[in-house]
């Protein structure tokens, strides 16, 4: 077996036990060729992402592996082993409420004084340097004399790995949803490499999750450089896949995206092997014009739109059953849009209360096309 397996502890239970999670790594044979990072379950009833882990390692055992590739499936204990009843919670820390994928550290450095400390060195020097003040500034905080809560113990550690690589792939799923990314803006054309349809084209921005994490230290600092006039692209790329539905395992659906991750290790030169991407259509959405759509009014859901394809302006979003008004003209209430998108998500239960968060939908796409 080429990957070697050690653990990554993460945190402690009440009882002393030690929550730890399976580490597998390939050491690359070129120092040069691109570092990978690739995690998944971050939330507890997303699974997918570990079947795809499984293909995707089954595949790396027979291929020409140039750059180090380290994978952390199962990567959040607490919200994996989160049931109640049939269903696995694991969305948020139950201590402190906060969405574990929401955790990761801002660094907030200050990218024209760090900048000018280090403007001389050549790209490669500058990029070792932020890097390892990227590293030590997870280590500051994971070791600051207040400590820090049980969710941002987990995300800054898997936030060092992270830093570590010039690639990192965090993947997910929706509640019940079709297959769509989230991919920075400097980087849209490497979505079509994937084997996913949808892509969510994202702003510099950070709003906690992993893939901000990793990316926008570094877009912040390509920004500054070129802003100051120095040639410079960003150096890491990092992605969100939204592996369809949580709660659901399909092996030969991970086939299907551990090529769409292998086309774009390919295309990176992580591998030396040729993968070519899957020939399929493929759509661009700006973050912006991904719009949620809350319930109107409470009620028993009917979701009618199909997620994946497009929803014209005037046909049946959902149906909303009212029992308590049967009789009257508010017992069943289609919901409509006045505009045309494409349904990626919906919410996973059928009854819901007025304001829940029942479909995101994409409107604007535009298409996408391998270069
Ligand atoms: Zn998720």
């Known amino acids: 077996m080429k990957f070697k397996q050690s653990s990554l502890t993460v945190g402690e239970l009440?009882?002393?036990?030690?929550?730890?999670v399976p580490l597998f790594h390939?050491?690359?044979?070129?120092?040069q060729?691109?570092?990978?990072f690739i995690q998944a379950n971050v939330h507890g009833a997303e699974v997918q992402g570990n079947a795809v882990i499984f293909q995707l390692m089954k595949r790396l055992e027979q291929m020409d592996v140039q750059g180090d590739v380290t994978i952390l499936p199962l990567a959040n204990p607490l919200g994996i082993n989160q049931k109640s009843g049939e269903f696995t919670l694991g969305r948020f820390d139950p201590i402190t409420g906060v969405n574990w994928n929401r955790e990761y550290l801002d660094?907030?450095?200050?990218?024209?004084?760090?900048?000018?400390?280090?403007?001389?060195?050549?790209?490669k020097a500058l990029i070792a340097a932020y890097r390892a003040e990227l590293i030590a500034s997870c280590d500051a905080h994971l070791n600051q004399q207040w400590g820090v809560t049980t969710g941002k113990r987990l995300a800054v550690t898997l936030q060092q790995l992270a830093h570590q690589a010039d690639i990192v792939i965090d993947?997910?799923?929706?509640?019940?949803?079709c297959k769509h990314m989230y991919c920075p803006e400097y980087d849209v054309s490497s979505a079509p490499l994937?084997?996913?349809?949808?892509?969510?084209?994202?702003?510099?921005?950070?709003?906690?999750a992993m893939d901000e994490a990793a990316f926008c230290p570094w877009w912040q600092l390509t920004e500054h450089m070129n802003a100051?006039?120095?040639?410079?692209?960003v150096p890491v790329a990092a992605f969100t896949l939204e592996l369809g539905s949580q709660e659901l395992i399909d092996l030969e659906d991970a086939l299907t995206d551990a090529h769409g991750i292998l086309a774009y290790l390919s295309h990176r030169g992580v591998v030396a092997d040729k993968v070519e991407p899957a020939q399929m259509p493929r759509y661009g959405c700006y973050l912006k014009d991904y719009k949620k759509y809350h319930a109107p009014t409470a009620g028993l859901v009917e979701y009618k739109a199909r997620l994946g394809h497009i929803l014209y302006s005037g046909e049946t979003l959902a149906n909303v059953l009212r029992l308590d008004r049967f009789g009257t003209n508010e017992e069943l209430t289609e919901l409509v849009l006045n505009q045309d998108c494409v349904p990626i998500l919906h919410f996973a239960s059928a009854s819901v209360y007025q304001g829940t968060e029942l479909y995101k939908v994409m409107t604007n796409l535009f298409e996408l096309y391998t270069s």
């Open 14 to 20: 009440a009882t002393g036990h030690g929550l730890s």
């Open 26 to 31: 390939i050491a690359g044979k070129d120092s």
């Open 33 to 36: 060729a691109p570092k990978v």
């Open 107 to 123: 660094h907030q450095i200050d990218v024209a004084s760090w900048y000018q400390r280090h403007c001389e060195l050549d790209d």
């Open 171 to 177: 993947l997910h799923t929706g509640p019940k949803s």
């Open 194 to 208: 994937f084997s996913i349809a949808y892509t969510l084209v994202i702003p510099n921005e950070f709003g906690g």
């Open 228 to 233: 100051v006039g120095r040639d410079f692209q």
